[in-house]
């Protein structure tokens, strides 16, 4: 069973960047998908970004793609979200996700486990 555990969340100012971090326990970290997802205030849980267990495929919420990077150190078993060019709209809180797959991930009942996820404010 996978743990996971976010870090890097913030206040940032728009226009700001941030990098998320997902430390996972666990011995086969590389032979699952990794996500992140984000849920705002009011709004259900969006699929953010995904990437494959050997790194080398990825694919992006259109809300986010060219300013979002998701990657990932299998030998560290963290994944990491590099948000640049942040706005207010992606004031949420983000979700580190894991699925016992190899297909990349999208949508949230694909996902085996959840982190507890990290809040990210944009000011404007």
């Known amino acids: 069973q996978a743990q996971l555990v976010e870090s890097g969340g913030g206040l940032v100012q728009a226009g700001g960047s941030l990098r998320l971090s997902c430390a996972a326990s666990?011995?086969?970290?590389?032979?699952?998908?990794m996500d992140w997802f984000r849920q705002a205030p009011g709004k259900e849980r969006e699929f953010v970004a995904t990437i494959s267990g050997n790194g080398g495929a990825t694919y992006y919420a259109d809300s986010v793609k060219g300013r979002f990077t998701i990657s990932r150190d299998n030998a560290k078993n963290t994944v990491y979200l590099q948000m640049n060019s942040l706005g207010p709209e992606d004031t949420a809180v983000y979700y580190c996700a894991a699925g016992q797959t190899s297909r990349l991930i999208i949508f949230s009942s694909q996902i085996d486990y959840w982190g507890q996820g990290t809040q990210v404010t944009v000011s404007s």
């Open positions: 666990g011995r086969t970290f590389s032979s699952y998908t």
